[in-house]
C-alpha cells in the first residue's frame, strides 16, 4: 500500500494527459525533485489540479512516488511520445492504474479487474455500492457519499473523455450507464511490458508459470480486456522475438520468461508506428 497512490488522490478531476505533459517536460528540465510550488510555477495549473495530475503520472506508471521523478518508463515514453497520444503509451498508463499491486489507486484495480468486461454494462448507482463495500473491506475505510460519487465520476471520466484515455474505447457513455467496449487491443510490445510488471509482482522469483493463470479471472488478461485468442497470438509474436518460450505440446501449457525486466520491452511500444 506504502507505494500507492491514495484513495481520493484525484482532488475531483479525471486524468488528463495534456497536463500530465506539461509535468513530464518539467521533470525532464528539472535537475531536482519536482514538487507542487514547482509544477504550479511552470504550468496553468490550479492549486487542486497541480495536486492531483503528478499523482495521476505516478498512477500511469511515468514518475516515481513522492519525488515525482521520471520512471524508466516515463523517460522513454518523453522521448518518443512526449504528447501521450499514442495508443501504446495509453495503455500502459492504464495497465499500471489498475496493477494489482500498485502504483494505482487500489479502489482503481478493483473497478477494471471485476468491472471493465466487454459487454458488461455499468450503472453509477451499483458502482457506488460496491467501491464503497470494497474500500471498508481493503482500508478500512468509511467513505462518504460525495466521495464515492466522486470515484465513480473520475474513473468514468477517465475512460470516456478524449484527453484523458478515452482514445482506447473501453468505455462508451449512453445516457446513465457506461457500456464496456471491446477495444483495439493492445501491441505485442505493451503485452511483453506489462506482462514483465505483472510477473514482478505475482510470481518474483519464478521462471515459468502455468499459461492458464494469466487467465485467472480479475488477472493478467482481464486487465487489458484481452480474449484467449488475442493473448495467445501476441505471446506467440513475443516468442518469435525471444522474449518467452511457450510449451504448449502437453497440458499444463507452460510460459517460460526469457527477459530479464520490464524495460526489456521498451524498443516494442512504438514499432510501426
Known amino acids: ?5 491514495g484513495t481520493v488522490f484525484h482532488e475531483s478531476f479525471s486524468l488528463s494527459r ?57 523517460h522513454y515514453v518523453y522521448d518518443n511520445d512526449p504528447g501521450l497520444s499514442h495508443p501504446s503509451t495509453q495503455w500502459l498508463m492504464h495497465y499500471h492504474l489498475s496493477a494489482p499491486l500498485g502504483p494505482g489507486a487500489v479502489f482503481w484495480h478493483y473497478l477494471v479487474s471485476c468491472h471493465l468486461r466487454p459487454g458488461a454494462r455499468l450503472y453509477p448507482t451499483s458502482l457506488r455500492q460496491d467501491v464503497r463495500a470494497f474500500v471498508r473491506e481493503a482500508e478500512g475505510k468509511e467513505l462518504a457519499d460525495r466521495s464515492v460519487r466522486t470515484l465513480i ?16 474505447g473501453i468505455l462508451q457513455e449512453q445516457g446513465n450507464e457506461f457500456v464496456v467496449q471491446e477495444p483495439n487491443s493492445p501491441s505485442a510490445g505493451v503485452i511483453g511490458y506489462a506482462l514483465a510488471h505483472y510477473w ?41 522475438k525471444r522474449f518467452l518460450e511457450l510449451h504448449q505440446i502437453a497440458p499444463p501449457h507452460q510460459l517460460v520468461r526469457l527477459w530479464n525486466s520490464p524495460v526489456d520491452f521498451l524498443p516494442l511500444l512504438y514499432e510501426g508506428g
Request: proline share 4%; no cysteine; hydrophobic share 40%.
Open 200 to 240: 514482478e509482482q505475482t510470481w518474483p522469483g519464478l521462471g515459468q508459470v502455468n499459461l492458464n493463470d494469466l487467465y485467472e479471472p480479475g488477472g493478467f488478461a482481464s486487465l487489458l480486456l484481452l480474449n484467449a485468442f488475442t493473448l495467445g497470438s501476441r505471446l506467440r509474436e513475443l516468442q518469435s
Open 18 to 74: 495534456p497536463a500530465l505533459s506539461a509535468i513530464l517536460r518539467i521533470a525532464v528540465e528539472s535537475r531536482k525533485e519536482v514538487g507542487f510550488e514547482t509544477i504550479r510555477e511552470e504550468t496553468h495549473l490550479g492549486n487542486n489540479y497541480v495536486k492531483a495530475m503528478p499523482r495521476y503520472a505516478v498512477g500511469a506508471g511515468l514518475l516515481e512516488n513522492k519525488t515525482y521523478r521520471l520512471t524508466p518508463l516515463g
Open 153 to 168: 465520476t473520475v474513473f468514468t471520466g477517465t475512460y470516456v473523455k478524449t484527453d484523458g484515455l478515452g482514445q482506447l
Open 1 to 5: 500500500m506504502k507505494h500507492r497512490i
